[in-house]
């Protein structure tokens, strides 16, 4: 294993380090993890909570059991290419830079009507809108606004607000998995509140990407528009006859 053994205290905190791992691309789709002996010396815990984390982990899709042969990954990074795009944390990992976030703001309010349209609710239906700033190693590279349906809100609302990662939170606590998403990308001039939050002169270009991810189901998690700072981060599109795949493609520290 490549990673350095890290302590845990429940079968939560492995449940997320596994699935980090695995979304990074350390562990491939069609591999075996370690044995549950390994992983319980790994992490320093029982095999008991080895075990419960696997089963989080089978419960998501991302691991199954196959006699013989131990715990067998299933879905990764590679297989999924709208994580390495949705997932801003899981990407940044993958490329060996450190991941940040910070709200500053979070508001109840109702939806407005592109916001009801793309999370198929009733028109003036309860929202919660978080407004985070996005960095690598450190340094502000995107704006995030973000509006959550009412499912999602309270839960959403009790992220801590300088978690790196949402998606990683949904899916070990909230069992919410993105398999999803519709994504727009243009450039806009910068606002007078994204110079603020960005640092940058208003009317400034930036990249922008409008998303809205689904579950499994179908069922809308979030709405929402990214904005990056020019010379960050640029993506790459790959066509074929079987399949189009966007993905965050390179860091330039510019």
């Known amino acids: 294993m490549t990673s350095p053994p890290r302590p845990a205290s429940s079968h939560r905190e492995v449940l ?24 319980a010396e790994h992490y320093g815990v029982a095999r008991g909570t080895v075990r419960n984390a696997l089963a989080g982990l089978a419960d998501r899709g991302m691991v199954s059991p196959v006699q ?9 990074l590679h297989t999924q290419s709208f994580v390495e795009l ?3 944390a899981q990407w940044a990992r993958s490329k060996g830079m450190t991941p940040g976030g910070l709200v500053h703001a979070a508001e109840h309010g109702t939806a407005s009507g592109t916001e009801a ?20 190693d450190g340094r502000v590279v995107m704006l995030e606004r973000t509006a959550y349906p009412e499912w999602l809100a309270e839960r959403i609302a009790a992220i801590p607000p300088d978690e790196s990662s949402v998606v990683d939170v949904m899916q070990t606590e909230f069992g919410v998995t993105t398999a999803h998403a519709d994504h727009a990308i243009d450039a806009v001039p ?4 994204d110079s603020a939050l960005l640092g940058v002169r208003r009317s400034s270009p930036l ?6 991810s689904f579950t499994s189901g179908g069922r809308p998690i979030e709405y929402g528009e990214d904005r990056y700072l020019p ?3 640029t993506f790459q ?12 493609s390179e860091f330039s520290p510019g």
Do not use: C, H, M, Y
């Not at 380090?17 to 002996?37: K, N």
């Not at 910068?190 to 509140?193: H, K, N």
């Not at 990249?207 to 809205?212: E, G, S």
């Open 207 to 212: 990249l922008r990407v409008r998303r809205t």
């Open 86 to 88: 949705r997932s801003f």
């Open 68 to 76: 013989g042969a131990g715990w067998i990954v299933q879905s990764t």
């Open 190 to 193: 910068a606002s007078s509140a």
């Open 231 to 233: 010379d960050t981060v």
């Open 117 to 136: 349209r793309k999370l198929r609710v009733a028109p003036r239906s309860p929202v919660l809108r978080v407004t985070r700033t996005r960095t690598l």
């Open 16 to 39: 997320r380090d596994l699935l980090a791992r695995i979304v990074d691309g350390e562990f491939g789709a069609g591999t075996a993890l370690p044995s549950e002996t390994r992983l």
């Open 237 to 248: 599109v790959q066509a074929s006859s079987v399949s189009n795949t966007l993905t965050r």
